[in-house]
Structures are given as structure tokens and as C-alpha cells.
């Protein structure tokens, strides 16, 4: 069947169509970021331009899912923290990114009603510290 000028040209035409669809998709991928977690983290890749999925060794040599979300915030490399994907970010630009500022909001309510804690100038400053660098891939999604 496979014996006619045609058909061989047709499966010929195909394939080539297939083989540069299947190239172009790999070439659209973004790349994910550098850091130190690449030396303990595998399979990782970016999910919508801001998310960082990876599978990562813990201290115990356990294989987890870990995620970062808004890693374009980080001011300073990735980093493995026994399964967690870490990095800082500085406050400045989480509250230039509208849902990073959302989601920064909603932890510190969450974090002053679980302390009882006021929310003067003094506490703020407590939080800010805590914050900065503690907005990973730990739920704060």
C-alpha cells in the first residue's frame, strides 16, 4: 500500500507536520528559574508564567510536590527547604502585584486574628518581618 509515489509522499507530509507541531510546543515552554533547588528538585516547570512546580527531596529523602507561587517576585534564588520551595520576597513587590498584595492582605488578618495581636505600627513592622521570605508554595495561594 505504502508502494505509490503519492501515499509515501502524503505519510511523508504528515509526519514532518507532526514532528515541527510537536517541536513548537516544546519551544513555547517557559523556562523555569535558576537556583540552588535544581540540585534537589526534579521534573519542574512553570505553570501559568508565576508558578513554580517541582518534585524535591526532603531532609528524609522523601520525594514531595512542592509549588512557589509568584516566583517572578523572588528578590534572590530559589531555594529547596526540605520539600518546600522557598525564596524572599521583598514587600515592595508584593504590593506592586495586585493579587500577591490580595493574598499578603488575607495572611496578615489570618496571622493577627490567630495571635490576637493589634495592628499598630510596632506589630506591623513584627509582621512585615515575618512575611518577607514566608510567601511560598506553603498554602498562601
Known amino acids: 500500500m505504502l508502494n505509490s509515489k503519492k501515499t509515501r509522499l502524503f505519510v511523508s507530509v504528515v509526519c514532518g507536520l507532526l514532528l515541527g507541531f510537536v517541536s513548537a510546543q516544546k ?10 533547588y535544581k540540585k534537589t528538585c526534579f521534573e519542574s516547570k512553570v505553570i501559568n508564567q508565576t508558578t513554580l512546580v517541582s518534585k524535591c527531596t526532603k531532609k528524609n ?7 512557589l507561587v509568584d ?4 528578590s534572590d534564588e530559589i531555594s529547596n527547604q526540605d520539600g518546600v520551595l522557598t525564596c524572599n520576597k521583598t514587600a515592595k513587590t508584593v504590593t506592586n ?5 490580595k493574598r499578603a492582605e488575607t495572611i496578615e488578618k489570618a496571622y493577627f486574628d490567630v495571635y490576637g495581636m493589634k495592628s499598630g505600627p510596632k ?15 506553603q498554602g498562601y495561594s
Do not use: H, I
Not at 27 to 36: D, V
Not at 71 to 74: A, D, H, I, V
Not at 131 to 137: A, P, S
Open 27 to 36: 519551544t513555547t515552554a517557559q523556562k523555569t528559574p535558576p537556583g540552588s
Open 61 to 67: 529523602e522523601k520525594l514531595v510536590d512542592a509549588k
Open 71 to 74: 516566583f517572578n517576585l523572588c
Open 97 to 101: 502585584n495586585p493579587d500577591a498584595a
Open 123 to 137: 506589630e506591623q513592622a513584627f509582621y512585615d518581618s515575618q512575611l518577607v521570605g514566608k510567601t511560598n508554595g
